[in-house]
């Protein structure tokens, strides 16, 4: 990036740093990180204070902060050893989505992506509160993705090889799902017919057979006709579904599968609960640094903000500049594109201005430049 879009960009961050400075938990015993021209220009950087942070932070207006999720008692020590590393935050990373193809992209800026890499961050999250009884704070990364953060002491001391466990356990790498079914033989009095009867997941059952039933139970009692296909209810079961949902729900509740499914596509059920797109080697690296909630990504201009635990997510969500206001930059190449649901053309070298989230995006995004 150039000087003069750099300049721009500090003080309009500076301006945003003067109201609403991210304050960071436990912030003496954390290593910082910033960035000005990349995402890091360099590390094992400490504060005793708050208030020398701020300073730091008016001053040098770094375009990227991060901050460990480790805690140390010596954070700005080398090599890493001599920070005398005492505990880390639990944190989950998710920026890739698993298609692009199942919505509308875009490659400027892409909600469709976003929204289905949230999707993920809420499968997380119900994974750490129904089986670690952890709350997670959920962050947007400030670019195209989030972060999850699990704070406290009953995360404080879980070995790298724990977090990876963790890590594995959301993925649903190693499970055999198929193991949660059987088909118990059964013979019918009249006929003498074997019709078997299939056992599977219950209202009683925990952990990623407790996840199954829950997602076949939504599937029920929403009589959502295209999730039932997938997961292999056939024509005919689906009609019985339809026509007496409660019945169906009462078997299901009982682990009865028979009742409305004789051959469940396992591996649709796991895909509907699983976690496919994690970073997990940020989970289980003790030493990474993560970007600061609450701080603006210096790739886009938003603001790195936790989240409520909502169902959808939106960039206006995450705007940390005023759209009424403009800024007036340079493109550097033609852009046809949509921000924030307006439409723009913009002309190479043609002076334009644009709502000031939109300039600030596109000088950070280095497509154009400043007058
Ligand atoms: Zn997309």
């Known amino acids: 990036m150039n000087d003069k879009e750099l300049r721009v960009i500090q003080s309009h961050f500076r301006t945003f740093y003067q109201r609403a400075m991210p304050s960071v938990v436990a ?3 954390r290593e910082f990180g910033f960035g000005w021209h990349k995402k890091i220009d360099y590390r094992h950087k400490a504060f005793s204070t708050h ?5 730091f932070v008016l001053q040098d207006v770094p375009l990227f902060m991060s901050s460990s999720t480790a805690y140390y008692r010596f954070p700005d020590k080398q090599p890493m050893t001599q920070k005398e590393f005492s505990g880390a935050d639990l944190v989950f990373d998710l920026d890739a989505p698993r298609s692009k193809e199942n919505h509308s992209h875009r490659d400027l800026l892409c909600e469709g992506c976003l929204l289905d890499v949230h999707e993920q961050a809420l499968r997380i999250l119900a994974f750490l509160k129904d089986d670690f009884g952890l709350q997670g704070v959920l962050v947007f990364s400030g670019q195209k993705g989030f972060h999850i953060h699990v704070r406290g002491e009953a995360v404080w001391d879980l070995s790298k090889e724990a977090r990876r466990q963790m890590a ?8 055999d799902a198929e193991a949660f079914f059987t088909k118990a033989a059964a013979y019918s009095d009249s006929s003498e017919r074997n019709v078997g009867t299939l056992r599977g997941p219950s209202g009683s059952s925990g952990g990623w057979a407790g996840k199954i039933y829950a997602v076949m139970r939504n599937a029920i009692a929403s009589n959502n006709t295209a999730s039932l296909k997938v997961f292999g209810v056939s024509k005919k079961h689906r009609d019985d579904v339809a026509a007496r949902p409660a019945e169906m729900l009462a078997q299901l509740e009982v682990g009865n599968w028979s009742a409305f499914c004789s051959k469940p596509n396992v591996e649709a059920l796991v895909s509907a609960v699983k976690v496919a797109q994690t970073d997990k080697a940020v989970t289980f690296d003790l030493h990474r640094l993560l ?3 609450e701080s603006l990504h210096g790739g886009t201009g938003f603001l790195a903000k936790t989240l409520p635990e ?6 206006e969500d995450v705007l940390a500049f005023d759209r009424s206001k403009t800024l007036t930059v340079i493109p550097r190449d033609d852009l046809r594109f949509e921000f924030l649901g ?3 053309d913009l002309l190479r070298a043609r002076f334009a201005e644009v709502p000031l989230p939109l300039g600030l995006f596109l000088l950070c995004q280095e497509k154009a430049f400043a007058p």
């Open 291 to 293: 970007r600061i909630p």
């Open 168 to 175: 594995e356990y959301v993925a649903a790498e190693g499970l």
């Open 51 to 55: 208030r020398d942070f701020e300073r």
């Open 27 to 29: 912030l003496p015993q």
């Open 342 to 344: 307006e439409k723009f």
């Open 310 to 315: 909502a169902d959808s997510f939106a960039f």
